[in-house]
């Protein structure tokens, strides 16, 4: 095989060629996080910058972690996933549930009942129609099947916000 033959060969695999933008790591990052892969985000940016993964998208490494699917833990869970959307360009909304009961609980996947706040109030972002929470997974759900999960003693309303706030 030819030199110059070869040299195509690896710039139609990706394996050599021009340097990607800032603009293109940070959609494929985004597009691997909207998937829900995101240790291979983290990878993807160590490998393509050479440098450490930035503080902030470490973060959302954690925000998915079982650990965090307790009351309480909303705020900052939410704040580390619309961060990390926003630092690669996503347009996240930051939506407030609130009810007059105290508790809201959140059907899971295996059919577990999981309490989701204690006193009524918590949030998530929605991005894309997606929701994304400690109880979504990374990959996250579609809003719909998100919102018929949810159970509460009374009506639970939703509001975006423009930051995060202290819970009531």
Known sequence: MSLVRLCLLLVLLGWVGPARGADSLRAHTL?????GQVTEAVDYWVLTTGKDAPSWLMALKTAFDAGKQTAGACQGVAQSIATAFSRLGGKPELVELKTHADFVVFKMANGRDMMLTDNG??????????????????AGMPWAEYWSRLGAQSVITQKV???VIEAP
């Open 31 to 35: 597009s691997l996080l909207a998937r």
């Open 161 to 163: 916000i423009e930051a």
């Open 121 to 138: 109030y918590h949030l998530l972002v929605r991005m894309n129609d997606r929701a994304y929470d400690a109880y979504t997974g990374a």
